[in-house]
C-alpha cells in the first residue's frame, strides 16, 4: 500500500488553519512548534495573540483531516500516523 508523505510545513500550516477556523482569526496569526516526548508523544504550542495553547495528538490528526479534505482533496479519513523522522522531523504518513 502506498503512502502518502506530508512534511513538517504542511503539518505546521495544517494546525495554522484549524486553529485559525477555531478562533476566527487569519492563519498567518498564528505560530506553531511541534513536539515529541518519549512520555507523552506529538504535541505542538500554538501561540495566538500572546497566549500559548498546547495540542495534543488528537488535535494534530484533526487539523491533517481538515487539511487532507480542504487543501490536498484526499480522503480526510484515510489511515494518519504521525512519524519522529531523524532527517525530515515531524511527519505524517498518510495510507492511501
Same mark, same amino acid.
Given at each position: 500500500?502506498?503512502?502518502?508523505?506530508?512534511?513538517?510545513?504542511?503539518?505546521? +500550516?495544517? #494546525?495554522?488553519?484549524?486553529?485559525?477556523?477555531?478562533?476566527?482569526?487569519?492563519?498567518?496569526? #498564528?505560530? #506553531?512548534?511541534?513536539?515529541?516526548?518519549?512520555?507523552?508523544?506529538?504535541?505542538?504550542?500554538?501561540?495566538?495573540?500572546?497566549?500559548?495553547? #498546547?495540542?495534543?495528538?488528537?488535535?494534530?490528526?484533526?487539523?491533517?483531516?481538515?487539511?487532507?479534505?480542504?487543501?490536498? +482533496?484526499?480522503?480526510?479519513?484515510?489511515?494518519?500516523?504521525?512519524?519522529l523522522d531523524?532527517?525530515?522531523?515531524?511527519i505524517a504518513?498518510?495510507?492511501?
Open positions: 500500500m502506498e503512502k502518502l508523505i506530508i512534511s513538517e510545513q504542511d503539518i505546521i +500550516n495544517a #494546525v495554522c488553519v484549524y486553529i485559525s477556523r477555531k478562533k476566527q482569526i487569519q492563519p498567518e496569526e #498564528v505560530e #506553531v512548534e511541534l513536539l515529541y516526548d518519549d512520555d507523552y508523544g506529538f504535541s505542538a504550542e500554538v501561540y495566538t495573540g500572546g497566549r500559548k495553547q #498546547v495540542l495534543i495528538t488528537a488535535n494534530l490528526i484533526e487539523a491533517l483531516r481538515l487539511w487532507l479534505e480542504e487543501y490536498m +482533496n484526499r480522503d480526510p479519513y484515510a489511515g494518519i500516523t504521525l512519524v531523524d532527517e525530515a522531523g515531524i504518513e498518510i495510507k492511501q
